[in-house]
């Protein structure tokens, strides 16, 4: 007898063969037939009758890093389709960290990832801290090594330049990583405390992590332009020895998705392994403070609070927000519920209304939110994405940001459904196959998640069932809490945690993914 059976369903296998029907018997965790099955016994049954049966799909950049702690199943990801989420983006999370480095990681990080001081129960490592969600979670969760968290630990916060010493530490942070299960090494160089690194110190760090083939993932130096941040992570993919993954790759004009195109095409696939991952959306997200100087970072993050009343950094932090278009950016989130009501304002909406300067009412709004203020970017919906997301180098990367409340992305409900509506139905830009080894084939690949990402007898049994011709997005950036509607099953590691398009209540089946660990 079969725990599950799924009868009836189309197979789309997420290695880009032709569809075929087949019925799918699970056994505990594990595809064990793909075969018709009338007559076979099960404990449950799903007729998936004018439905697709495909491999769970795997969201690679994702920023629920401390949100699945206090909310285990994200509705928004399973109405979608996921049934892994990648963590510790960027460069920065939450591990490895130190009693002395935890505290600035948790302040700088509580308009991305939400954690909150008393949350803090004492871990260490990334292997402390995915042991925290390990059979937890709704989703499997799988890792990457954030640069920013292990340089602190080796250079202590500020801007600082590796001896000799340690650079050795780094490597060695590096490789511990790698042995608590990270799939590679992230980085955000527009980050604290990564926009000190220089590329030297990146190729030498990433060279910790060569023995085991990680991936040096990167949210490139976009402070160089996108272009220039693009070859500077080949330069370090081709002289580490380590294959090369972009995070959220777009451009802004047709000039510059060109530029970044030909790039790809004619070197970085060349000198490096190499792929990417981008949002279905012209728009972006992060936070507040991001946009400051990154001067203001040069003595760490807890000093950074001091500084933010400093004439002259304020004056630095203006001439910035002149060459920036005010009308195009939004408050989508801060902590302090007096403020909440300015959740949708425009930046200029919101200082026309303050009847000051903008670095002044911005830097006086971070210190009244103790720096905890999550922006979105609006850009007009121009397909510009469009020659991204079709490339053979693409996989989907929601980088979702979640909370509750307030005028957050709509990416975080919508990625994967918008990627078969928009871009495969509507805009017909690749078939169903390549679709879905986009959203999972591809990704269990690239980072070595052993027996996953396909629908094959003795695979685990991530899947979702779903109808290609309704899957749709409903999420805007005027109502970004709307769930996807369409998929009609998630099934994780053999274990439903959405049936007939409800969530499944109390579901954890989830598991840390360890690179290369079956």
Known sequence: MFD?????????DGQKRPRYAADIGISGD??????????AEARLTIDAKGRVVAPGFIDVHTHSDAILLAQPHLVSKTTQGFTTEFLMLDGISYAPVSRQTVHAWIQYLRALDGLRFEQY?????????MSLLDGKTAQNVAAFAP?????????GFGERHANDYQLVDLQNLVRQSMDDGA????????????????????????????????VYVTHVRYARGTLEGVKEAVEIGRRA??????????GATEQEVEALIDYIDLVAVNEVDFSFDVYPYMGSSTMLQYLLPLEIWGDGVLAAYGKLTDETMRARFQRRLDTMDLT????AWTPGRHNRHLCGMTLEQYVRRTKRRAADALCDLLIEEAMAVLLVFHRVEAGLEAEFVAHPCYMMGSDGIFFASGKIHPRQYGSATRLLSHHMRRKRLFSLEDAVYKLSGFAAARFKLKSRGAIRKGYFADLVIFDPETVHDHATFDNPHQLSTGIDHVIVNGIPILQAGKPVNGATPGRYLRFGVE
């Open 4 to 12: 599950l059976v799924i009868r009836n369903g189309l197979i789309v």
């Open 30 to 39: 594990r595809i064990t037939a793909i075969e018709r099955l009338e007559q």
């Open 121 to 129: 129960t004492g871990w260490e490592s990334i292997a402390d801290y």
């Open 147 to 155: 640069y920013a968290n292990i340089r602190s630990l080796a250079l």
């Open 183 to 214: 799939c590679g090494l992230s980085t955000g160089l527009d980050y604290v405390d990564e926009c000190f690194a220089t590329t030297d110190e990146l190729i030498y760090a990433s060279q910790g992590m060569r023995a085991e083939k990680g």
């Open 241 to 250: 020895g380590a294959p090369v993954h972009i995070s959220h790759l777009k």
């Open 328 to 331: 195009e950016i939004t408050i």
